[in-house]
């Protein structure tokens, strides 16, 4: 079983929707990272979080420490968001444990 | 966005000769890191370092070597390459500094290494 576990893999949702990306980890961590892959390859990081819930523009993230369990939330979701959405786990100073990442895809 | 160059971005190859890529970054971050992406996989660690000339291996190490002789450069060796390290390597730096964005990881744009 993978320390880091993201659900849906795929996602193909109608622009607008309201979008919801799942990571759930085994192990104990210092932060969460959720990060961005374009199609044309470029990897942008969204948020690290310890606690709580950080949002920016549409994007919400929140993480539940005694779940184990981070969501990512898009609103009014557009083509434009359509990317790989990877969850990622800092367990020691100085490698992160990543999850497969789920592909996602807004239709207009 | 932390400014991050890999080189060269495209390669070609043939089975069992040398290849180098280059990581080349400007802000002066302690940890840099090289990772492979492949379908189905997600990012997998190569090698990290933590420090000019402090390297250490990752999860899928053999059959690449690093160095880092100075912070701005960190270099990923295939020794001797086979078809099975086609994939697309991406470079990624973070400061390291306690709280705030410290564990952030800034990533370059990546480079795509076919192995005939």
């Known amino acids: 079983k993978n320390e880091v576990e993201q659900s849906p893999q795929n996602l193909t949702a109608q622009e607008g929707e309201f979008i919801t990306i799942n990571c759930s980890y085994s192990v104990g961590i210092s932060a969460l990272h959720w990060l961005q892959q374009h199609p044309g390859g470029g990897i942008v990081s969204l948020f690290m979080?310890?606690?709580?819930?950080k949002k920016h523009g549409r994007l919400i993230a929140t993480i539940n420490i005694q779940e184990k369990h981070s969501s990512l939330h898009i609103t009014a979701s557009h083509p434009r968001d359509s990317a790989v959405y990877i969850c990622?786990?800092?367990?020691?100073?100085?490698?992160?444990?990543w999850g497969a990442g789920t592909k996602l895809i807004i239709k207009p | 966005d932390a400014g991050i160059t890999q080189s060269p971005r495209h390669k070609v190859t043939e089975t069992g000769t040398p290849v180098t890529l280059r990581c080349h970054q400007t802000?002066?971050?302690?940890?840099m890191y090289w990772y492979r992406q492949d379908p189905g996989h997600g990012l997998r660690l190569i090698h990290y370092s933590y420090g000019v000339k402090d390297t250490d291996k990752g999860e899928v190490s053999d059959g690449y070597s690093v160095s880092r002789s100075k912070t701005e450069d960190f270099l990923l060796t295939l020794e001797s390459a086979t078809s099975s390290q086609t994939s697309v390597y991406f470079c990624?730096?973070?400061?390291?500094?306690?709280?705030?964005?410290?564990?952030?990881?800034?990533f370059g744009p990546g480079t795509r290494l076919l192995v005939l």
């Open positions: 990622a786990v800092s367990s020691s100073n100085y490698q992160l444990i």
């Open positions: 990624a730096t973070k400061t390291g500094l306690a709280g705030g964005t410290g564990e952030t990881q800034y």
């Open positions: 802000e002066n971050h302690r940890y």
């Open positions: 979080l310890s606690s709580g819930k």
